[in-house]
């Protein structure tokens, strides 16, 4: 009887060869059925022992590609794939945090837009003052009264251009902290239009929230910022609505919030104004012991809002007796409240504010001071300036990329004409119409056309009619 090797594991490279082989015992076994019993069974082991070979491999073929496209399993984190090979002198796009002091958990939030604003200004009783505010948006207080018209002024800028800064840090109760810092280009006393066009950052916002608790600058709580029209203008509705930013520290739980913010006060001197044209006779003081306090009530719903607000203020003006003037330390509260909200009629909505009381330097960028100055002796006292204002703004969606906004806005003061004058404000309104195209998400090209006039205590009125261009980019 011959001598047989036992066999040796075969690769997987021999998995066909083994399957040969194992097809030629098989043919052998069966053509030496007749052969000694002892030959016959040491084939059969041949055999059986080439079979579980076989299996083996078929089973390790089958196992391998499982073993590596596998899912992992629930509540376990899968392997990577293995990475790819890095240069040795290849360098990381960010090689570290861009937040290296913040706390863990904390995210960091950059927003804003670019825009580019371009307008014609006509008004009837002479021209608004080269290189201010009311050259690039619309300043109730600011058209011109009793001067020869001067024709139409062409101005264009890019000041409303914004940025805001933010972080979010998760805490480990599952709070959010938050910051937000923002900044725009108005108001910069830094700049000319000669060659550079070129202004300075100027703050908006500047603020850190937690829970119900909100500490620095930003909206005051007496302003309805939902309430602002969609206009082209930087503001909209300026004759009757709240803008105010200020320092402050508030509270708000549900839709109620609580806030005392930075006190100032506007004062219009005894006698008033000689020249209606001018700001530069405003006595701007700021000798409160108090902060502004403000109380705000929201109901919201899918319908819109609205909000209910209240302002309680002193009003202080104190000036050291000197060879020549005799002092004043005068002093009075005052309040005021609004009601306004926005209305969702399918797309569209209207939307709204009422105010009075003591406005001042809250409504239409101070077109009244807070209060007057009853005399010029040690015996004056301040007067408050009280009055009401208002707006309203209707806004269409024809369609994806078209939209328009129609709005009206007015205040009215009641001046005390024996301590005022007739050079101070009595009253503006003006009326607004535009329209929004969006060509692309986030861009848009929007055309404006207002009509405005202001009048005196004296019944001196002007004029202002502007037509405004504007593409603005949000990002």
Known sequence: MPHVKPPRRPSNSLRRSIAVALSVALISASTLAGAETAKEKELEARVAELEKLVQQLVAEKKAAPAAVAAPAAAGTVAAAPAATPVKPDAKAIQPGTILPNAAPGTSFVLTGYAKVDGMWTDTSDGELAENTPSRDFYVPGATPIGQPDEGTDFDAHAKQTRINFGTDTLLADGDKLSTRFEIDFFGSGTGNQRVTNTY??????????????????????????????????????????????????????????????????????????????????????????????????????????????????????????????????????????SLSGKFMIGKDDIRFMLLGGNLGRYVGLNFTTDAVLT?????????????????????????????SSVYFAMGDYDNDAAYTGGNVNKSSESWTINTWYTPLPKLDIGAE?????????????GSLDRLQFTTKYSF
């Open 449 to 461: 056309f207002r009509h405005a006039v202001r009048e005196l205590e004296n019944g001196n009125d």
């Open 375 to 403: 005399g010029n002796g040690g015996a004056a006292d301040l007067e408050t300036i009280d009055g009401f204002a208002g707006s309203i703004a209707y806004r269409h969606v024809w369609s994806d990329k078209w939209r």
């Open 200 to 337: 300075a950052p100027v703050l908006r916002h500047a603020y850190v929230q937690w829970r119900e608790w909100l500490v620095g600058q930003t909206w005051s709580n007496f302003q309805d910022v939902a309430a602002l029209p969609d206009s082209v203008d930087f503001i909209g509705t300026t004759d009757g609505t709240v803008f105010v930013r200020q320092p402050q520290v508030r509270y708000t739980k549900g839709g109620f919030s609580l806030a005392v913010e930075n006190p100032q006060t506007t004062m219009t001197p005894f006698g008033g104004p000689a020249d209606p044209n001018s700001t530069a006779w405003i006595v701007d003081t700021d000798d409160s012991t108090i902060p502004d306090l403000t109380a705000r009530y929201a109901w919201k719903g899918t319908w819109g809002h609205v909000a209910v607000a209240g302002l309680a203020r002193e009003l202080k003006y104190e000036r050291v007796a000197t060879p020549a003037l005799a002092g004043i330390d005068a002093s009075t509260w005052s309040m005021a409240g």
